[in-house]
């Protein structure tokens, strides 16, 4: 390999770009787990992260990719045999799904065409047929990162309200977190699950559950066989700041970092950056002449947007050309989207700059990989950012006069 000057890119919808405060807060010498010290750093993590989550319940946080925090939820509150009802938005809803029938779960799926979210009104209609109750778990992906399309949780639960259904409700927010609102308990969500490398700004490698207080009760009855995941032993010593088990102390220093920075930012103001870079990429893709994977308006994800290639192009062929000549990773798609779509991701530590030499890359890989399109994707992108700039600083001034 020769050197390559400059920043790589990294724009695929997570792993996302770890800032420098980041790296510098997990550049420290490896402290003894079961010390004084790292009592305080456990207590402080544990807190912040309820901040992040918007709950009041326990957050728990384990070694380990989102993959495990899937199956936390899943060991934790379930038996054997227990019925739980999933839908399919994509890849990582059926991923899930995969994982439940391999514990032994019986998990049906509502079908659908990886282009929309979940369909409330088919979760009701579903939990209102079962009227004894076989179904104990709701799991929806609050931002499904193989298609850009976002899920209304809120109206999910609405709608297991309306179905005055019993199940729990799991929600992966793994994408959403710490750059979309999520409301854990405004919400009604019984275990939320995330992990570090999205919207946490951090490299892969811790995973977290909330636990409602009724996903608790369900704990104590539920059968399925778990150990490093119990949350019971977990509980136990977080309420001392420890850990059962060796946490990832160095990870957890650059969580305490991503947590203060996500505050001092406001996490209003981080959700109100990641809608305006999502806005100004469909902008880029539709000036592109490109269409936009997510159907809905109301469901466009502002973490990533999915673009489709145009009939008999590559979207593979067009990543590897935008890397070899620009030093940008693109995401895949996965499964039944591989090689028609590619994924911009916009998530994490990213401001106006990072967003326009994102969509450079595109467009000067599109006219690279000979694909046929229009100019002006990125002067619809920096037109928007721009007259956002500029009204913003015109309300400065009003607050000022
Ligand atoms: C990334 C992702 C996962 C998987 O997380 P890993 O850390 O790779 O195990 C699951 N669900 C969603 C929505 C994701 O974006």
Wanted: charged share 20%.
């Amino acid at each position: 390999m020769t050197y390559r000057s400059g920043r790589h890119f990294l724009q695929i919808p997570g792993p996302s770009n770890v800032p420098d405060r980041i790296l510098r807060a997990m550049d420290k010498p490896t402290m003894d787990h079961r010390g004084p010290e790292f009592a305080e750093l456990g207590k402080t993590v544990l807190a912040g992260m309820k901040q992040i989550f918007k709950t009041e319940n326990p957050v728990v946080i384990y070694p380990a990719s989102g993959t495990g925090a899937w199956e936390a939820a899943l060991v934790n509150t379930l038996s054997a045999g227990d019925r739980v009802l999933m839908c399919e938005t994509g890849q990582f809803a059926t991923l899930w799904h995969g994982m439940a029938a391999k514990l032994g779960l019986d998990a049906e799926f509502i079908g659908g065409d990886w282009r929309h979210g979940v369909d409330p009104q088919a979760v009701q209609q579903r939990l209102s047929a079962d009227s004894d109750h076989r179904i104990k778990a709701v799991c929806v992906v609050h931002h499904e990162t193989s298609t850009g399309v976002t899920s209304d949780v809120a109206a999910v639960r609405r709608a297991i309200d309306a179905a005055g259904h019993p199940a729990l409700l799991l929600v992966d927010t793994i994408s959403g977190l710490g750059s979309v609102d999520f409301r854990t308990d405004e919400w009604g969500v019984d275990v939320a699950i995330t992990c570090s490398q999205k919207g946490l700004m951090m490299p892969p490698g811790l995973s977290f559950n909330t636990i409602s207080a009724k996903a608790l009760q369900a704990s104590r009855t539920a059968g399925l066989p778990r150990s490093y995941w119990g949350w019971d032993e977990m509980l136990q010593h977080n309420a001392r700041g420890y850990f059962p088990y060796s946490p990832a102390t160095n990870l957890l220093y650059g969580l305490k970092e991503a947590i203060a920075m996500l505050l001092e930012e406001g996490l209003d103001n981080v959700f109100a950056r990641h809608a305006r870079y999502s806005e100004a990429t469909r902008r880029a893709v539709r000036a592109w002449g490109l269409e936009v994977l997510s159907l809905v308006p109301s469901e466009h994800s502002n973490v990533l947007t999915a673009v489709l290639m145009p009939e008999g192009e590559s979207a593979d062929r067009l990543r590897a050309v935008i890397l070899e000549h620009f030093d940008m990773s693109l995401g895949t798609g996965l499964n039944k989207l591989q090689d028609r779509v590619f994924r911009i991701g916009h998530l994490g530590d990213f401001n106006d700059l990072t967003l326009i030499g994102t969509l450079a890359g595109v467009e000067m890989g599109l006219s690279t990989a000979g694909i046929a399109h229009n100019k002006g994707g990125v002067q619809a992108a920096l037109d928007y950012l721009a007259e956002v700039a500029a009204s913003g600083q015109r309300s400065q001034q009003q607050r000022v006069a």
